[in-house]
T-cell receptor, first 110, second 115 residues
């Protein structure tokens, strides 16, 4: 069954603006990961946040995790056209496998 | 280049055909996966292999038959598929199936069209 659900399903912003995507999940987790997928390609790992962490940064990416609300957010600052892609959160749900959400389709307009 | 190579990248097959998708990872990982990605659906985990042994079959129809001859290679044998099986099939690998801190590395996928 689906564990993570991203919100919004689609997001379109101007280049240079910040993009925020949210992920909600249902069961307790050990960690949550964010992946990116360019159209028709494989997924690429972006960042992992553990259940005992609240915030993590990697370059222009900032991820937060609120285990009490079972939610996470991915912030991309100073967006670029090359950031256009689909973004997925994935959780282990306490089990030995990753379950992905449906993704947020991000479009950066030049 | 993620270290996970899938062939073919595109495949068109009839419903009576038998074909196979191949995946090879050069990362020294012990776990390999098949995922299915259809339009407007979440990524679906199909099979998990750990040290060549299947540890997960996510209620996949028998017309999909996986094979893992060693930790570096994974196949998905296809026969008597249906048009609704048309999708992007993604292979992936990770150091172990225990996911505490493990990243999954995906191949570029094989686009399958069943006609």
């Amino acid at each position: 069954s689906q564990q993570g659900e991203e919100d919004p399903q689609a997001l379109s912003i101007q280049e240079g603006e910040n993009a925020t995507m949210n992920c909600s999940y249902k069961t307790s987790i050990n960690n949550l990961q964010w992946y990116r997928q360019n159209s028709g390609r494989g997924l690429v790992h972006l960042i992992l946040i553990r259940s005992n962490e609240r915030e993590k940064h990697s370059g222009r990416l900032r991820v937060t995790l609120d285990t009490s609300k079972k939610s996470s957010s991915l912030l991309i600052t100073a967006s670029r056209a090359a950031d256009t892609a689909s973004y997925f959160c994935a959780t282990d749900g306490g089990a030995q496998k990753l379950v992905f959400g449906q993704g947020t389709r991000l479009t950066i307009n030049p | 280049e993620t270290g996970v190579t899938q062939t073919p990248r595109h495949l068109v097959m009839g419903m009576t055909n038998k074909k196979s998708l191949k995946c090879e990872q050069h990362l020294g990982h012990n776990a390999m996966y098949w995922y299915k990605q259809s339009a407007k659906k979440p990524l679906e985990l199909m099979f998990v292999y750990n040290f060549k042994e299947q540890t997960e079959n996510n209620s996949v129809p028998s017309r999909f038959s996986p094979e893992c001859p060693n930790s570096s290679h994974l196949f998905l044998h296809l026969h008597t598929l249906q048009p609704e099986d048309s999708a992007l099939y993604l292979c992936a690998s990770s150091p172990e199936t225990a996911l505490d801190g493990n990243t999954i590395y995906f191949g570029e996928g094989s686009w399958l069209t069943v006609v």
